[in-house]
């Protein structure tokens, strides 16, 4: 009651959280703690005290009883505030309050950094530990759960568009997944370049010599190039892995969500297919036994030139059904083993000659002789009827009664688009051309798109069309790349095509080339720099259409004395080089450029604007 009266808040007392282990540094801290909470608060009731017995004794009230006493002067003199000695006792008690304290805080404050050091030191060491143990990688699935980019295919397409992506989003994070074993690499060598290496090792290496000497490998990358597939994920700057051996089965457009062959279900943010095709066979091969199945080849994979090559090596005929650039490039690639080998080479198609889908009738025939002077046996108007296995080798029937004995048979009757994700996609198939069908910006679904063998797309110029060729290829998944990416471009690109019947034949194409169109054409005399050969020496590429499709058209300079009079092509003449004009109501739809190189550029703005 005597405090209250006088109104002085004076409450001694400590909270349960000052006295608590909660305070940092731990039990012991705790303890120093409160035994200078505890001094500081003694030496304050010190202080304090004589000045409230002071006032307390100098009051009427208590002065009335007679039992207390007025204390001596010695007492008395030091109980008010501001004098000498009370300042003095002050300074003591908080200069010693303030040096406790600080002793406890920087105490607190070197033992906590010690502790926070040792802590990251630990953790780190930890994190570095676990990343390398088999355990952490472990931890890892093998295939990630999502990826922002999933292209489907493992082909030129899939690559082109993996590159244009990456090139214009550098972090990004882009899953390949694709049948086939091998990493993404280019076709076009597998029938041609590497049929004419003097390497013995070449089905190992796959390492070939352009025809202009320089060696190159058929892979478009390295294996360092690709990220591992776990650690997509998780690399800081992105990067592309490839997803070997495997095949997506289904796809869902509104879940965003493919189906793996082994069960695996990868989510995506924007997906490419670029399934390519598959190699036709057939309908009398495919109605034979498991026997004739085991000796036909459908070429198209690395494995099939692996397995071709050898069989080269061991058999004593082969027969290629097939009359078109890839039946007519392996026969040429055959043949010139065939006078070293002993081997018996037979092509057989039923058209009049070689190439006689693609060219005039004039220059198939003309090209059917070469190919004949390269060793093989060429037999056109041949339709297959039947195949059987007469004792050892292989009895090939024609509808017109000739035989044929072999004992191997490659079928390069032309390619079907892979479209079996069409169904559980919903997606659109071309009843006339095959392959999805896709807009301008070669778009399946807002999110989907399709490039390469397996799109059907809009060509302003020509109508709705599917290719087939490697250019087509590049181009269309670097613009479905782009696209991905935001780009919103349409496709107007003209791809082109061409194949080389061996080092000293070859020639170049763009557009609507169908030897069924009217076709006029410019010939004349070839010189040593007009072949496939001196092409890539000035090229410096043996796959042509790498810098012809980056070319521009003012680029390049024909020499003004090229201007040959036009005249009626005669049966038997030797169409050393020359231009093709193909027709459709009076306008260039298509050109073929023969023994003509390095001008493709000039061809296709031609091709957008001649009206004969």
């Not at 002793?103 to 994190?127: D, G, P």
């Not at 087509?472 to 019947?501: C, I």
């Not at 000293?504 to 040593?528: C, M, Q, R």
Request: glycine share 10%.
């Amino acid at each position: 009651n005597l405090l209250q009266r006088w109104n002085v808040p004076i409450k001694l007392q400590m909270s349960r959280q000052v006295a608590s282990s909660g305070v940092p540094g731990g039990k012991g801290d705790s303890s120093v703690f409160v035994l200078i909470v505890g001094l500081s608060t003694l030496g304050a009731g010190a202080y304090l005290f004589p000045s409230l017995l002071f006032h307390c004794l100098s009051s009427p009230t208590v002065l009335q009883c007679h039992h207390l006493r007025c204390p001596s002067r010695s007492l008395t003199s030091s109980g008010v505030p501001g004098k000498a000695g009370s300042n003095l006792l002050l300074y003591l008690i908080v200069g010693g309050t303030v040096t406790g304290t600080g002793a406890y805080v920087y105490r607190t404050l070197r033992e906590n950094k010690e502790r926070f050091t040792s802590r990251i030191a630990k953790i780190t060491t930890r994190s570095q530990e676990n990343e390398s143990s088999p355990s952490a990688l472990g931890a890892r699935p093998e295939v990630p759960s999502h990826v922002p980019f999933l292209l489907i295919g493992g082909g030129t397409a899939a690559f082109a568009a993996a590159r244009s992506i990456r090139a214009r989003d550098p972090g990004a994070r882009v899953l390949i997944v694709s049948e086939d074993p091998a990493l993404p690499y280019m076709r076009p060598p597998l029938s041609k370049e590497l049929w004419f290496s003097d390497d013995p090792n070449v089905t190992e290496t796959l390492r070939f010599k352009q025809w202009n000497g320089k060696e190159r490998s058929i892979y478009f990358q390295p294996p360092s190039f690709y990220v591992p597939v776990r650690d997509l994920p998780f690399v800081e700057n992105g990067g592309v892995a490839v997803l070997c051996g495997k095949k997506v089965v289904h796809m869902d457009v509104r879940g965003n969500i493919v189906k793996l062959n082994d069960g695996t279900q990868i989510s995506y943010d924007k997906c490419l297919i670029a399934t390519g095709g598959s190699p036709r066979n057939l309908p009398a091969i495919e109605r034979a036994g498991k026997d004739v199945q085991q000796r036909l080849t459908l070429f198209r994979k690395i494995e099939d030139f692996k397995n071709l090559e050898k069989i080269s090596r061991e058999v004593k005929s082969i027969t290629i059904i097939g009359g078109g650039f890839l039946g007519s490039e392996l026969a040429c690639a055959l043949g010139r083993r065939a006078r070293a080998r002993g081997l018996e080479v037979i092509q057989l198609f039923p058209e009049n000659g070689n190439m006689g889908k693609v060219l005039p009738e004039y220059l198939s025939n003309w090209t059917t002789e070469k190919v004949r002077r390269e060793g093989v046996n060429v037999m056109p108007n041949a339709v297959v009827k039947s195949v059987s296995v007469c004792g050892n080798r292989l009895m090939i029937k024609l509808k017109d009664g000739r035989k044929v004995e072999t004992d191997h048979i490659v079928a390069a009757v032309g390619l079907e688009p892979n479209v079996e994700l069409a169904k559980s996609a919903g997606l659109e198939v071309d009843s006339d051309f095959g392959g999805f069908r896709v807009n301008a910006e070669l778009q399946a679904r807002s999110n989907i798109w399709v490039a390469g063998d397996a799109a059907c797309f809009y060509d302003i110029k020509l109508g709705r069309r599917r290719v087939e060729h490697h250019d087509h290829a590049v181009v269309s998944g670097r613009l479905a790349g782009e696209n991905m990416t935001g780009a919103a471009k349409p496709y107007w690109h003209q791809s082109m095509f061409w194949s080389d019947l061996g080092p000293n034949v070859g020639y170049e194409a763009i557009g609507l080339v169908d030897s069924s169109l009217p076709t006029v054409g410019v010939f004349a005399k070839a010189t040593a720099k007009d072949t496939p050969k001196s092409a890539t020496e000035q090229s410096g590429t043996g796959i042509r259409s790498e810098s012809e499709t980056e070319a521009e058209a003012s680029e390049v300079h024909i020499s003004p004395s090229f201007s040959p009079t036009p005249q009626v092509p005669k049966q038997g003449e030797d169409y050393g080089k020359g231009v093709i004009f193909y027709l459709r109501d009076k306008v260039v739809v298509g050109i073929v450029l023969w023994n003509i190189f390095n001008r493709m550029p000039i061809a296709r703005k031609v091709s957008t604007g001649l009206v004969c």
